[in-house]
T-cell receptor, first 114, second 114 residues
């Protein structure tokens, strides 16, 4: 089955700097890669996703890149703000299930200091 | 308001007791999932279901049971056989077979074994 590894486990950045979180996956057939943000005590919420036929996607201050050959994808947050502080999870959907059995990374705790 | 409702939000259990966590969705989603979240371990899949009266074991199903008698409902029972049940439990749902594979999560249930 799919295995997703996420790094780093914690990330501390100064407000205004950029943050990058990287994930690798094992199943080359996986075709959908979402990123979720979870604030303390709240539910995870989708912030951006990318499909295997796209190399990069951007939405305001956040972007995701996908390298299918190397089997890794990254989340980039520019001009970080205190409200970006949260745990971020990457995930990969196994292509064998059209309805999506997701494997999640272990999460990255991002702390943005003013 | 469409969404996923989990209850109770907090639950305390004595060792040896079974407890049932409720999950109800009014999004008309076909697939429903239960994840367990422990610090530093991301989200691990317990059980999932694509249609009524059908469900599959995830990666950590031992000590848990589920039912799917209605499309809207997917309760999880944590049995006394689960050796370390203290955790945060998240229910999720998604449309099956669709291009958009976004998982929608409930607010979670925090179970503590005394």
């Amino acid at each position: 089955g799919e295995n997703v590894e996420q790094h780093p486990s914690t990330l501390s950045v100064q407000e205004g700097d950029s943050a990058v979180i990287k994930c690798t996956y094992s199943d080359s057939a996986s075709n959908y890669f979402p990123w979720y943000k979870q604030e303390l005590g709240k539910r995870p919420q989708l912030i951006i996703d990318i499909r295997s036929n796209v190399g990069e996607k951007k939405d305001q201050r956040i972007a995701v890149t996908l390298n299918k050959t190397a089997k890794h994808f990254s989340l980039h947050i520019t001009e970080t703000q205190p409200e970006d502080s949260a745990v971020y999870f990457c995930a990969a959907r196994e292509a064998s299930d059209s309805w999506g059995k997701f494997q999640f990374g272990a999460g990255t705790q991002v702390v943005v200091t003013p | 308001d469409g969404g996923i409702t989990q209850s109770p939000k907090y639950l305390f259990r004595k060792e040896g007791q079974n407890v049932t966590l409720s999950c109800e969705q009014n999004l008309n989603h076909d697939a429903m999932y239960w994840y367990r979240q422990d610090p530093g371990q991301g989200l691990r899949l317990i059980y999932y279901s694509q249609i009524v009266n059908d469900f599959q074991k995830g990666d950590i199903a031992e000590g848990y049971s589920v039912s799917r008698e209605k499309k809207e409902s997917f309760p999880l029972t944590v049995t006394s056989a689960q050796k370390n049940p203290t955790a945060f439990y998240l229910c999720a749902s998604t449309i099956t077979g669709g291009v958009n594979g976004e998982l929608f999560f409930g607010e979670g249930s925090r179970l503590t074994v005394l």
